[in-house]
């Protein structure tokens, strides 16, 4: 597994300014990472980086991550709580 | 813009068992849509239906979505609040 502290510090390199070392998004085009399973952020930012999934934006970046960057920014994103309140009727 | 309580309905058919009523996950391969941006969500849904993006079960859901449903679904999750709680260093 990935770790936390080490994720949360190269999220502020290369996460933070679209998707928040929140995980909130910062820009409409980029979705929250907060409270994401570890095997979704897994499989997306893989994805970006094979070309199975393509962003004009996120293909870049994720070609520079290693595993090991992945595994550690995933158990960053996984680790943050989410909690929801839905719209009255 | 998409109508929010028709979107909860059409949610409980074709979202929440992946994906909540709430819009957090309920497997670990699916996403949370909770309080994601209307720009996001319907891109990703187009882009499903479209194969732009494809996964086993999305490529299959969203074929059966009309823009209709795509605008009510997008109006249902985008409203729900999202509140997040970063760990302790």
């Known amino acids: 597994a990935g770790d936390a502290a ?3 510090k190269k999220a502020a390199q290369s996460c933070a300014a679209c998707h928040g070392i929140d995980g909130l998004a910062k820009l409409p085009n980029a979705a929250n990472l ?3 399973s570890v095997y979704y ?3 997306q930012l893989k994805a970006f980086r094979s070309g199975d999934r ?3 934006n996120m ?3 994720a070609k520079a991550l290693s595993d090991a960057d992945i595994a550690d920014l995933v158990a ?3 680790s943050i ?3 929801v309140t839905l ?3």
Request: hydrophobic content about 30%; proline content about 4%; glycine content about 8%.
């Open 41 to 43: 952020l897994d499989r």
């Open 76 to 78: 960053w994103y996984s």
């Open 6 to 8: 080490a994720g949360r």
């Open 87 to 89: 719209p009255k009727k």
């Open 59 to 61: 293909s870049v970046v």
């Open 81 to 83: 709580e989410v909690t």
């Open 34 to 36: 907060a409270g994401e």
């Open 54 to 56: 393509k962003d004009e």
